[in-house]
C-alpha cells in the first residue's frame, strides 16, 4: 500500500484564495467594461473614472495568476522553477516578468 504524502494547508488556501480573488476582479472588470461601454452615449464625463476602476481590477486581477499557478505547482508536487522559466527558447517570454514592473510603475 502507497503512502499519500500529506498535502500542505497553506498552499491549497494559497490556491483557493488567489484564485477567489482573481476570479472575483477579472470578473468585476469585464462586468464595469460592458457597464461602461453600454453608458457611453448617456454620460460621457463618468468614463474616465469608470476606465481607471476597470483597468485597475483587470491588472490587479492579472497579478494575482502567478499566486495561484504558483500555489498550484506547489501542490501537485512540480514547484515553479524561475530559472528554467528564463531560459525559455520563446525570448519573449524571458522578458515577461519585466512587463509588470511597467504595469505597476
Known amino acids: 500500500m502507497q503512502q499519500r504524502q500529506p498535502v500542505d494547508v497553506l498552499s491549497v488556501l494559497q490556491f483557493v484564495l488567489s484564485g ?4 472575483a476582479l477579472l470578473g468585476s472588470a469585464v ?22 476602476v476597470t483597468v485597475s481590477a483587470g491588472m490587479l486581477g492579472l497579478l494575482l495568476l502567478p499566486s495561484a499557478v504558483t500555489a498550484l505547482a506547489r501542490m501537485i508536487g512540480k514547484p515553479f522553477q524561475p530559472r ?18 511597467l504595469v505597476l510603475a
Open 20 to 23: 477567489l480573488a482573481a476570479l
Open 84 to 101: 528554467a522559466f528564463l531560459r525559455s527558447p520563446i525570448p519573449v517570454i524571458a522578458f515577461a516578468p519585466l512587463v509588470w514592473v
Open 31 to 52: 462586468t464595469l467594461a460592458l457597464t461602461s461601454v453600454i453608458s457611453i452615449g448617456r454620460d460621457a464625463n463618468s468614463i474616465t473614472p469608470m476606465f481607471m
